[in-house]
């Protein structure tokens, strides 16, 4: 489901502090799930979706992760050159443990997200 509105843009971009914040404080776990959050929100922007992509690989060069950051390599990759194209797997959480083509439900966190943004209630 596409959203393009300040209110969405507001939630990817507190996602994206939260993960920082998490960062700093150790809590590696939070700060991936924020930054998901942030992917799976800002998924049809071609600048959130690089952004998330790209903070996923900072992360996981930090944590020395090979193999999220290489996923992450190919993901920044197919952001740029394919989220214009709208070839998006609805849902994904966009690490590199699930199938960058893998369409996933929504979480009920993102479903009453998405719910009140629609309702034009924002956060």
Request: glycine share 8%.
């Amino acid at each position: 489901m596409k959203h393009s509105n300040h209110r969405l843009s507001d939630l990817i971009v507190n996602a994206f502090n939260q993960a920082s914040a998490a960062q700093q404080c150790g809590d590696i776990e939070l700060a991936y799930k924020r930054l998901e959050m942030a992917h799976i929100l800002g998924q049809y922007s071609t600048y959130y979706h690089t952004k998330a992509h790209i903070s996923m690989l900072r992360l996981a060069i930090k944590q020395r992760d090979v193999k999220e950051g290489l996923g992450q390599l190919m993901r920044i990759i197919g952001a740029v050159s394919k989220t214009w194209l709208g070839w998006l797997p609805k849902g994904n959480t966009g690490r590199a443990n699930v199938s960058a083509f893998k369409p996933m439900p929504y979480s009920k966190e993102i479903q009453a997200i998405l719910a009140r943004i629609e309702n034009g209630q924002g956060r």
